[in-house]
Nanobody
Framework: QVQLVESGGGLVQPGGSLRLSCAAS????????MSWYRQAPGKERELVAG????????NYADSVKGRFTISRDKTKNTVYLQMNSLKPDDTAVYYC????????????WGQGTQVTVSS
């Protein structure tokens, strides 16, 4: 059974930090590209960050560059999103996504974790 289980969300003040985790099971983690997406109320889901199967290449939305870092640990089948200098605009539900390689024919999503940035 495929599972992507996110954790680490919560309430944080502006300027604070959070680290999200996404634990994967039920598929071959090392062959899947991993990404974090987010969806704020009334907005479309958007890509935040992505990482290749080996972790050698990452990409980020312009809005989070220099503040967020995506990484993966093959020994734990887990992908992380370190979020620093958080802003109220970062408030959203954050989702973990797995895409098979090559081609992304198989896509899996986690259930999401809420991140709220507020004073």
């Amino acid at each position: 059974q495929v599972q992507l289980v996110e954790s680490g969300g919560g309430l944080v003040q502006p300027g604070g930090s959070l680290r999200l985790s996404c634990a994967a099971s039920g598929f071959t983690f090392s062959t899947y590209r991993m990404s974090w997406y987010r969806q704020a109320p009334g907005k479309e889901r958007e890509l935040v960050a992505g990482i290749t199967t080996t972790g050698s290449t990452t990409n980020y939305a312009d809005s989070v560059k220099g503040r967020f870092t995506i990484s993966r640990d093959k020994t734990k089948n887990t992908v992380y999103l370190q979020m620093n200098s958080l802003k109220p605009d970062d408030t959203a539900v954050y989702y973990c996504r797995a895409a098979s390689t090559p081609g992304g024919r198989q896509i899996y999503w986690g259930q999401g974790t809420q991140v709220t940035v507020s004073s």
